[in-house]
C-alpha cells in the first residue's frame, strides 16, 4: 500500500530519475491513517444519496440509501402482526383475571357452589393461563420477526463509521448496487501525513524525529512537519527509501488528503 500511493504520487509530478536527482526536494503524497471504503451490504437501487463529494460528515450519517420495496413491505406487515399479537396478549391478560376472580370466588364459597363447579372454575383459570403464556410467545416470535427485519433494512442504509469527509461516491439515485460493492469511500478527521520518497544517498541523513518542510505543489502553501518513520530499507527498483512525516500545526489550513507535495530538510531550531 505504501508503494502504491507513492507510484501513484510519482505518475502525477514526475519521472522516478527526476526525483532521484533532487537529493533535497523529495516527491510525497498526503494521507490520513483513518480511512474506509465502504461497500454495500445488500443488493438494490440508490433511491438516495445525501451527501457529495467533499462532504463533511458526522459519525453515523447516512452516506446512501437503497430501495427495496418488498423489504419495507414485508417490514409493515410483520409490525402489523406484533400490534395484532400484543392486542391478543393484552385481551388474554384480561380473560385471566376474569377467569381467577371466578376461581377464588368459589373457592372461598363451598357452602354456595358444588365440587365440580368450583373445578371447572380453577380448569377455566389453568386455560386462561395458558392461552396467556401462548399469546406472550407468539409476540417474542413477531419481536424477532420484526428485529431481523430492521436489521435487514438498516442494512440499505451506508453510513459513516467516524467523523470525516467523503471522498468518493460512485453511485447515484436510480442504479442499480450489488452487496458487496464499493459505494463510497471517507477519509477521517486524524492528522494529515505525509508519505515521501528519498534517493538512498540522501537517506542517511534522515531520522525519526527530525524536522522537515512541506510545499504544496498546486500552491506553494508551506508547512512544518516532523519525520515519524523511515524505512529501514532501500526499495531496489526504484533506489528510494520511503518515510512518512507528521504536520506539527494540522489545524492551519492543512493540506487535502491525496495532494502532492514536496518534503525538504527543515529547520532544526
Do not use: K
Amino acid at each position: 500500500m505504501r508503494r502504491l500511493l507513492l507510484l501513484i504520487a510519482l505518475g502525477c509530478a514526475g519521472s522516478v530519475a527526476s526525483i532521484a536527482r533532487a537529493a533535497d526536494d523529495w516527491l510525497g503524497v498526503v494521507f490520513t491513517r483513518e480511512s474506509v471504503e465502504l461497500v454495500a451490504e445488500s443488493d438494490g437501487e440508490v433511491r438516495d444519496v445525501p451527501v457529495r463529494l467533499g462532504a463533511r460528515v458526522a459519525e453515523g450519517d447516512v452516506l446512501l440509501r437503497l430501495d427495496a420495496p418488498d423489504l419495507r413491505a414485508r417490514l409493515a406487515q410483520e409490525r402489523a402482526s406484533l400490534s395484532a399479537a400484543e392486542g391478543r396478549v393484552e385481551q388474554a391478560r384480561a380473560d385471566l383475571a376474569d377467569a381467577d376472580r371466578r376461581a377464588v370466588r368459589r373457592e372461598g364459597a363451598t357452602d354456595m357452589y358444588s365440587d365440580e363447579e368450583i373445578a371447572t372454575a380453577r380448569s377455566a383459570r389453568e386455560g386462561a393461563a395458558g392461552a396467556l403464556a401462548a399469546a406472550e410467545a407468539q409476540v417474542e416470535e413477531r419481536r424477532a420477526a420484526v428485529a431481523e427485519l430492521q436489521r435487514e433494512v438498516s442494512r440499505l442504509e451506508v453510513r459513516s463509521p467516524f467523523a470525516g469527509t467523503v471522498a468518493a461516491c460512485w453511485f447515484e439515485p436510480g442504479q442499480r448496487v450489488r452487496a458487496g460493492e464499493p459505494v463510497a469511500r471517507v477519509v477521517g478527521d486524524d492528522r494529515p501525513w505525509i508519505r515521501f520518497a528519498v534517493p538512498s544517498r540522501a537517506a542517511g541523513g534522515l531520522s525519526d524525529g527530525d524536522p522537515v518542510e512541506v510545499r504544496e505543489e498546486a500552491t506553494g502553501a508551506v508547512w512544518a512537519a516532523r519525520v515519524r518513520h523511515v524505512a529501514p530499507d532501500v526499495d531496489a527498483s526504484l533506489d528510494l527509501v520511503f518515510a512518512e512525516a507528521e504536520l506539527t500545526a494540522p489545524e492551519a489550513a492543512a493540506p487535502r488528503i491525496g495532494e502532492v507535495v514536496r518534503v525538504r530538510p527543515g529547520d532544526s531550531h
